[in-house]
């Protein structure tokens, strides 16, 4: 009985009379799948070399999205700090990239940051403030020197001339209740 087994083709016996289809069916092509080692199988068995040379490489790229493959994999900020900016010029159009920029936008999130209105303020009231205080001094001393000038033509003793008031380092105002020669500051 043997040799009458060994005479039959069987392959041929079972593609003749199974139905395959429902025989793949039922198969647990997962299982099947978890006991191979297809890493081993395609080292070994498949002519890598050949499968790129026959590979349509622009194809392939075309049916990539390289935009989000780059924002997703790639460290962009790890890019910039890596560019030459010399090498870069001569190959990015940095003008372009600079027109894409949201210039007004930036210049509002600096204004906000730093708070420019107040900083404007602030400076703006320390110089008016001085510019105050500079008419005032000059006031006070026109003031002397009217009354240097009445004293002399009055012909009345000179006085003794007394250093203009200052009070931590700025003139008096008039509600300080500084007196200049014997007369409240104007």
Known sequence: MLRSLDRLDLAD?????????????????????????????????????RVARGLDVEAV???????????RRVDLDQVA???????????????ALAARLDLIGLAEQVIV?????????????????EGIAGVRLQGMEADQAVGHLVDRLLRRRPRRPQ??????GRVPAADDGAVLDGRAAP
């Open 13 to 49: 016996l079972v593609v003749r009379r199974m139905d395959l289809d429902r025989v793949a069916r039922g198969l647990d092509v997962e299982a099947v799948l978890d006991r191979l080692d297809l890493t081993d199988l395609v080292v070994r068995r498949v002519d890598l070399d």
């Open 81 to 95: 700090r890596s560019l030459d900016v010399q090498a870069v010029g001569d190959g990015l159009d940095l003008d």
């Open 61 to 71: 790229l075309d049916r990539l999205d390289l935009t989000d493959l780059v924002v």
């Open 113 to 129: 940051g730093i708070d420019l209105p107040q900083l404007i303020r602030d400076s703006t009231g320390s110089v008016a403030s």
């Open 163 to 168: 250093p203009l008031p200052e009070l931590n």
